[in-house]
């Protein structure tokens, strides 16, 4: 296990993403446990695998990113990420609209989109569909995501996400 306390904490942006890209790439290569102490929310979303939230040395949330930013445990955790732009954290799973089942919808079409795909990632060919465009999830359509979907999240209005 590789213990990081503040390792960034005084090194200036560009040096910090360096260092940030280093430490994902150490991760990759050696395969340790690495835990990572950080009061820098950006940093642990983007770095970390699993994120603990504390608030007076109790663990208030234990989770991915995703969790804890779409799914937070309770009005603390809700105000620590009111200010992470949802778009670059959650997937599309979070928003899509679940379509009936039928035979019709089975079946992705090529343009479909993976649900794991972030949300930030699927902007840009959402818009060019014009149309919602069908979100698979190994391998069957679980619904669709349209306009109507994104800009809630866009937007910030975390209240409208669908849960």
């Known amino acids: 296990m590789l213990l990081f306390d503040e390792p960034f904490s005084a090194l200036d942006p560009l040096i910090r993403r360096d260092m940030q890209a280093e430490v994902r790439r150490l991760h990759a290569e050696v395969g340790k446990t690495m ?65 009936p089942d039928d035979p019709a919808s089975a079946t992705p079409a090529p343009a479909a989109l993976p649900a794991t795909m972030l949300i930030r990632d699927a902007v840009p060919r959402i818009l060019r569909a014009h149309e919602p465009v069908p979100v698979v999830d190994d391998g069957r359509v679980i619904g669709v995501v349209g306009v109507d979907e994104l800009l809630p999240v866009l937007a910030g209005h975390p209240d409208r996400i669908p849960a």
Do not use: C, K, M, N
């Open 35 to 99: 835990l990572f102490i950080t009061h820098d929310l950006a940093e642990a979303l983007t770095l970390g695998d699993r994120v603990a939230v504390l608030r007076d040395g109790a663990l208030v949330q234990v989770g991915t990113p995703e969790q804890l930013v779409g799914s937070p445990a309770d009005d603390y955790v809700r105000d620590f990420v009111r200010d992470v732009p949802r778009a670059d954290v959650l997937s599309l799973r979070w928003i899509v609209r679940r379509t």
